[in-house]
């Protein structure tokens, strides 16, 4: 089945650090993938999208991504946390199936500390 | 930034009541979601619809109902809340291009006692 996997759940880090979420994907081809940031009882934000050419992707507040289709990953990196960045994160993709909608991970929770 | 209101923001109804939970988007998108969350869980598709008086069900199984009577409306509605029904519920649109970027909105966070 498709499917869509952030396997870590929660990650902590420090105000400063770097950071990498990691995202794979279960699909034959190449789906469209998305990354999304939610606050505590808010929606969802789109922070950056892939849906072809270079396969690092630059998106809002200093975040990027970069495809790798050998690995069928999505990896969400940010060169240096900021406390304001702690909130769930949730990779999406669309499988360019006729059913055009996102299916999306289980998300990880960021903790940042000071 | 995206125009997609939802309301109520949260809501606490007893069980048994019937209730509707509004989405509007002003940006005339043809395509329009609602996203079930559970806290701390992923986001399951349970209705979606690609323009006026198309609805189709997700992949989550659903006791609610969705209408699309006007293009920026997508109102769900749950004949008898049980708490079951517990959850927060994200609506979201997106643009008839190959894209399928959704724009999301703040989601009502239903509790049903």
């Known amino acids: 089945a498709q499917s869509v996997t952030q396997p870590d759940i929660h990650i902590t880090v420090s105000e400063g650090a770097s950071l990498e979420l990691r995202c794979n994907y279960s699909?034959?081809?190449?789906?469209?993938l998305f990354w999304y940031v939610q606050s505590p009882g808010q929606g969802l934000q789109l922070l950056l999208k892939?849906?072809?050419?270079?396969?690092l992707v630059q998106g809002i507040k200093g975040f990027e991504a970069e495809f790798k289709r050998s690995q069928s990953s999505f990896n969400l990196r940010k060169p240096s946390v900021h406390w304001s960045d702690a909130a769930e994160y949730f990779c999406a993709v669309d499988m360019n199936t006729g059913r055009r909608a996102l299916t999306f991970g289980s998300g990880t929770r960021l903790q940042v500390q000071p | 930034e995206a125009d997609i209101y939802q309301t109520p923001r949260y809501l606490v109804i007893g069980t048994g009541k019937k209730i509707t939970l509004e989405c509007s988007q002003t940006m005339g998108h043809d395509k329009m979601y609602w996203y079930q969350q559970d806290p701390g869980m992923e986001l399951h598709l349970i209705h979606y619809s690609y323009g006026v008086n198309s609805t189709e069900k997700g992949d989550l199984s659903s006791e609610s109902t969705v209408s699309r009577i006007r293009t920026e409306h997508f109102p769900l509605t749950l004949e008898s809340a049980r708490p079951s029904h517990t959850s927060q519920y994200l609506c979201?649109?997106?643009?008839?291009?190959?894209?399928?970027?959704?724009?999301f909105g703040q989601g009502t966070r239903l509790t049903v006692v």
């Open positions: 892939y849906f072809s050419g270079d396969t």
């Open positions: 699909y034959g081809a190449t789906p469209y």
């Open positions: 979201a649109s997106g643009d008839n291009s190959l894209s399928t970027e959704a724009f």
